[in-house]
């Protein structure tokens, strides 16, 4: 083996074992760390960099709101890896008015490292399989316009069904909807 930037030693990568269950109120910090880094490595480009930044520096309350979140609502589903939390999904009824009887996934996120190892695809089945138990037969998703995941979730069958306009923290952005079917 060839040692790395660092002078270690490249490790030899395992097949690792994922595990997905609802999230606990223990789970929080892990999904907000998820999340902002997550923001940093998908979004970078596409929202402000003071936006991004802002994501990280306040780590500690979103995990206070995600505790809150999880206690009331339970929607939260976790990827894990030895017990660490390396993605999460965010699920429930749509909030948008057109598709008012789908559900919806809010958030998607895997660390960028574990990308490519099915955690994405896993979280997606495990909201769908959510979704049926609630008889729904069809889920929507909104993906920034710009995001290299919009490709993941076309393969993943869903059909871009038209878009909006939203504001995040005063940045005016698109939004790609995407809808499934069960």
């Known amino acids: 083996m060839k040692p790395n930037s660092v002078g270690c030693e490249a490790p030899n990568i395992l097949p690792v074992q994922i595990s997905i269950r609802k999230a606990s109120v223990k789970d929080a910090l892990g999904i907000a760390i998820v999340q902002a880094y997550t923001?940093?490595?998908?979004?970078?480009?596409?929202?402000?960099?003071?936006?991004?930044?802002?994501?990280?520096?306040?780590?500690?309350?979103?995990?206070?709101?995600?505790?809150?979140?999880?206690?009331?609502?339970?929607?939260?589903?976790?990827?894990?890896?030895?017990?660490?939390?390396?993605?999460?999904?965010?699920?429930?009824a749509s909030r948008n008015e057109q598709?008012?009887?789908?559900?919806?996934?809010?958030?998607?996120?895997v660390l960028k490292g574990f990308q490519r190892l099915g955690i994405g695809k896993k979280l997606l089945t495990a909201c769908t399989e959510e979704f049926r138990k609630n008889g729904l037969s069809?889920?929507?998703?909104?993906?920034?316009?710009?995001?290299?995941?919009?490709?993941?979730?076309?393969?993943?069958?869903?059909?871009?069904?038209?878009s909006r306009q939203d504001t995040l923290f005063g940045t005016p952005v698109t939004e790609d909807i995407l809808r499934f079917a069960l």
């Open 39 to 92: 923001w940093q490595t998908s979004y970078t480009g596409l929202l402000p960099e003071a936006i991004l930044q802002d994501k990280i520096e306040h780590i500690r309350t979103k995990e206070q709101l995600l505790k809150k979140n999880i206690e009331t609502n339970g929607n939260f589903l976790v990827a894990l890896i030895e017990e660490t939390v390396v993605g999460f999904a965010c699920y429930g």
């Open 99 to 109: 598709y008012e009887n789908d559900g919806e996934i809010a958030a998607l996120y």
């Open 138 to 162: 069809h889920f929507i998703l909104n993906c920034l316009r710009g995001n290299l995941s919009l490709g993941f979730y076309t393969e993943m069958g869903g059909s871009p069904v038209g």
